[in-house]
């Protein structure tokens, strides 16, 4: 049983930058292709990037460039840095973790799931 624990979320204006963190525990971190998802409010769950094993990374078209999924393979922590926020960022950030090589941008290859940081994006 793998359990994630996100940290990290806030309030930040347009335009500025924010770290989430995501420490795995009870599970071998580096077997897993790692995944960040977020809820907008009234909208459905949604990918936001994902990295494997071996550190391909892979990202929503809206976030590509402004946010960078990382991992720490020793801290069993994968890391979203997002810059450059816009108020459509706001969301509850959500991580997750598959044993699946494929699928990485579905959420039903995630076995397992944080509870949620919110993140709001806001003058």
């Known amino acids: 049983q793998v359990r994630l624990v996100e940290s990290g979320g806030g309030l930040v204006q347009p335009g500025g930058s924010l770290r989430l963190s995501c420490a795995a525990s009870?599970?071998?971190?580096?077997?897993?292709?790692m995944g960040w998802f977020r809820r907008a409010p009234g909208l459905e769950r949604k990918f936001v990037a994902a990295i494997t094993w071996t550190g391909r990374t892979y990202y929503l078209d809206s976030v590509a460039g402004r946010f960078t999924i990382s991992r720490d393979n020793a801290k069993n922590t994968v890391y979203l840095q997002m810059a450059s926020l816009k108020p459509e960022d706001t969301a509850v950030y959500y991580c997750?973790?598959?044993?699946?090589?494929?699928?990485?941008?579905?959420?039903?290859?995630?076995?397992?799931w944080g509870q949620g940081a919110q993140v709001t994006v806001s003058s």
């Open positions: 997750a973790a598959s044993p699946s090589g494929s699928g990485w941008n579905d959420q039903r290859t995630y076995n397992y």
């Open positions: 009870g599970g071998t971190f580096s077997s897993y292709v």
